[in-house]
């Protein structure tokens, strides 16, 4: 374990929690968030409410919108909070500014990204109507590989995505990418960190296979974003989404984000090119011209109040670097490990999480008999994790608000219940 997070060989589990409390270097951080006597570890399905969130709302509320009505699109700030809110997300990400735009569900920018990149890639046969030997013909890139263990929605989306696009689907596992690749393929979507197990992909590595094929890469940060560096603009990623109310605490639906790459902008092809996506929103014209920039992947009108709740909370991340964030996951979950090998008996639970932490996420899944009826009676005992068909347990790590007493204390419920 690396300092500041110093080994404390030879005592109890439990003080060495509190030794490890007190030397952690984020433990203030707490304090910026509304908390209670539990244990919270879901930050991976719905992050804890920033206490600066209620008061801004009623802000937003009252003043802005009650006061201000019509007025706050320019005075408040209103029409540039997209763009804004993506620049505050940017350095979480490794993106220099002007790549990040914020609006939409994770699933419609999964679309857009999906769709552009097919489209930034030449590939695919929409439009054509001689489809399938017209592309055989001229080698068109026609395939779409996407993670064979993503999220449902992600599949689902990708599908939907080929369809449109006259492209074929092929899931495969994302250390299996770099044989799959050939000539035929356009587009590439990947999660960053698989959601049920916490492995995390390597990102690097994949992108750069991904690259020298020639075609475009797509990350979900959903399970990375404010927990571990992602290094989007050093890596070479051409497109990313993400959603906002896990590790980034935005609250529930809050807006998810699509990072595009500076050299991909004056190219991307948005297939929802709404009127907020375009280089004169208000010239009401019937022909739609894209906007510059990050701008393109904008829609509808945004979101205002959850855009807003999530500007708040992003305020949290005030002098916090991500890489003492990454250092505390790490120790985090490497201690809940150890003292599930202590607490728990051996052969009730079984981690399906990396130990390696260059492929662990911000959680640890273990897999257990009954593992819903173990999370409800752990829930009952006030230790917050979830439940993942058909035998995971998951708890996420989020170490702007988790300490190592919690660790502790949540291993020792778990030991109780076998």
């Not at 393929?185 to 020298?212: C, F, K, M, Q, S």
Request: proline share 6%; aromatic share 8%; glycine share 12%.
């Amino acid at each position: 374990m690396s300092e500041p997070y110093a080994d404390f060989d030879g005592k109890p589990l439990a003080d060495r929690a509190a030794a490890l409390d007190s030397a952690d270097e984020l433990a203030e951080v707490r304090a910026r968030f509304v908390l209670d006597d539990t244990v919270y570890l879901d930050g991976n399905s719905l992050g804890a409410l920033p206490r600066s969130v209620p008061g801004r709302v009623e802000d937003v509320v009252r003043r802005q919108w009650g006061s201000l009505r019509i007025r706050s699109w320019d005075e408040s700030g209103w029409w540039t909070a997209p763009e804004r809110i993506g620049d505050r997300i940017a350095p979480l990400v490794g993106a220099a500014p002007g790549q990040i735009v914020v609006g939409d569900s994770t699933s419609v920018n999964v679309f857009k990204a999906v769709v552009g990149a097919v489209r930034l890639a030449g590939g695919g046969t929409e439009g054509l109507e001689e489809g399938a030997g017209v592309r055989a013909a001229a080698g068109v890139r026609d395939e779409i590989l996407v993670d064979a263990t993503t999220f449902p929605t992600d599949g689902y989306i990708a599908a939907s995505a080929a369809r449109l696009t006259g492209c074929t689907l092929r899931p495969v596992a994302p250390e299996e990418v770099p044989d799959a690749l050939s000539g035929r393929t356009a587009a590439v979507l990947l999660n960053h960190v698989d959601y049920r197990t916490g492995r995390l992909h390597d990102l690097p590595a994949l992108t750069a296979a991904i690259r020298e094929a020639g075609a475009v890469s797509i990350w979900d940060l959903c399970h990375s974003a404010g927990a571990l560096p992602v290094g989007l603009d050093e890596h070479g990623v051409d497109l990313a989404v993400g959603c906002t109310y896990k590790y980034l605490n935005g609250g529930p639906g809050s807006p998810a984000y699509l990072y595009v790459r500076r050299e991909h902008q004056a190219r991307f092809d948005s297939p929802l090119p709404g009127w907020n996506s375009h280089a004169d929103p208000f010239g009401m014209t019937p022909d739609h011209v894209p906007a510059s920039g990050a701008l393109r992947g904008r829609v509808g009108t945004p979101d205002i109040l959850s855009m807003l709740a999530l500007e708040a909370a992003l305020e949290v991340w005030d002098d916090v670097s991500i890489e003492a964030v990454r250092a505390k996951s790490l120790a985090l979950t490497d201690f809940f490990l150890e003292c599930v090998a202590a607490y728990v008996p051996g052969g009730a639970v079984e981690s399906v999480t990396p130990a390696g932490h260059g492929e662990r996420g911000s959680q640890v899944a273990l897999r257990c008999a009954d593992a819903g009826g173990v999370m409800r009676r752990l829930i009952e005992r006030g230790v917050i994790g979830d439940f993942r068909e058909p035998d995971i347990l998951r708890f996420g790590f989020t170490p702007l608000y988790v300490g190592f007493g919690d660790v502790e204390r949540a291993a020792g419920v778990l030991g109780g219940l076998f």
